[in-house]
């Protein structure tokens, strides 16, 4: 029971932080640029690039560097953030129903 | 788009408190009486009698009372907790595979 509860405090830990839930959000419709979350986020340049970091530490997204001229840079769900689709519908839909 | 973010940044941070996600999966199995959950989730009562306090002004559980001798008291989840069941269940199976 114990260890059931550790886990799944550290599940919603991670989601519960700003940002997160909806970084994976748009991932989820596939490998973004970051232009491309910077405009669909609404969020400064300075807290994108730190919130990326902080989900690649945490393997959810992967950065995948393309050697084009100029350089392209795109971020994608690991096989873990995929996991976490049925997690944020489900949020999703109690939010909207309760909060 | 900010508006779902807000939702859902205030759905997870609920579920993401100490004991709350935990307390939630033992009343989906019914109601139950301050003691059961006491001994189940091996939690002091005064931890326990706070978080029911908390969840009970989220209005996620409610506290009904028994007329009888001696008093009996229990907790159960409210609709809106009840609703909490699928994201339970999804962040268990997430956090089984990768936490």
Redesign the interface.
Known sequence: ??Q??V???????I??K??V??II?QLLEGPKRFNQLES???ISGKVLSEKLKELEALDLIKRDVYPTTPVKVEYSLTK?GE??D??????????????
């Open positions: 029971m114990s059931i509860c886990k799944f405090e550290s599940a919603s830990k989601l519960s700003r940002w839930g909806l959000h669909e986020l609404n873990k996991g976490l049925p997690v944020i519908k489900a949020i999703e839909v109690w939010s909207q129903n309760w909060i």
